[in-house]
């Protein structure tokens, strides 16, 4: 039972560039959420999505960020237009029905814009 | 913003149980209590979550107050791989999404 699959785990990008993050949920898990941990700080929520839906996008950036979960396929984080600041480790997090039954986590993506 | 208060830092020496605080003075009738940890930079790792009663798994034990104003997470015998930043969380009513604090930063040295 695979857990929660993230890929790359590492990208480089150059400023101006889109990133693209990939998260396949747990089998069975159709809620995913993602987070961004900036260096030295905590994770902080972007978005909630679950099948085809964005249910909770309270923390994502207004502009160049934007998440996906088709009905096949992985969820995707995408970041166009990269700024320095963009760097950081992003997680992604399934559940199965809600958050009663708590996430797990994948090992994330490292993103560093150059 | 993190409903829950945790100190900062803790040391805990190697085969000792492990007590980390966890406040939550407003936390609604039907929200669980979650704890995380996050070693070094890896993804954070689920530990346990209970609502009224106590919880043990094999990792951890869960002691919710009667009030459930405030819970401990125990780590019966620490071990230097224990050594993580351990976050109390507390669902975000009517949503779905864990916010986390700023944790406690659980220090175990031989």
């Known amino acids: 039972n695979a857990g929660v699959m993230q890929n790359p785990r590492h990208l480089v990008r150059r400023r101006g560039q889109e990133a693209r993050l990939r998260c396949s949920p747990m089998?069975?898990?159709?809620?995913v959420y993602w987070y961004r941990q900036l260096p030295e700080e905590g994770l902080k929520f972007m978005v909630y999505?679950?099948?085809?839906?964005?249910?909770?996008e309270s923390g994502m950036p207004k502009e160049r960020f934007s998440a996906e979960f088709p009905k096949e396929g992985p969820s995707i984080l995408r970041i166009q237009q990269v700024v320095r600041g963009d760097s950081a480790a992003y997680f992604c997090a399934s559940s199965p029905r809600s958050a009663n039954y708590g996430y797990t986590f994948g090992s994330g993506t490292r993103l560093t814009v150059v | 913003d993190a409903k829950t208060t945790q100190p900062p830092s803790m040391d805990c020496a190697e085969g000792r149980a492990a007590n980390l605080p966890c406040n939550h003075s407003?936390?609604?009738?039907?929200?669980?209590v979650y704890w995380y940890r996050q070693i070094h930079s890896q993804g954070p790792q689920y530990i346990i979550h209970g609502l009224k009663n106590n919880e043990t798994n094999e990792m951890a034990s869960l002691i919710i107050t009667e009030d459930r104003k405030s819970s401990t997470l125990i780590l019966p015998h620490a071990t230097l791989r224990d050594t993580a930043v351990y976050y109390c969380i507390v669902r975000v009513e009517g949503t779905d999404k864990l916010i986390f604090g700023t944790g406690t930063r659980l220090q175990v040295f031989p």
């Open positions: 407003t936390i609604s009738g039907n929200e669980y």
């Open positions: 089998k069975g898990h159709s809620h």
């Open positions: 999505l679950q099948k085809e839906n964005i249910i909770d």
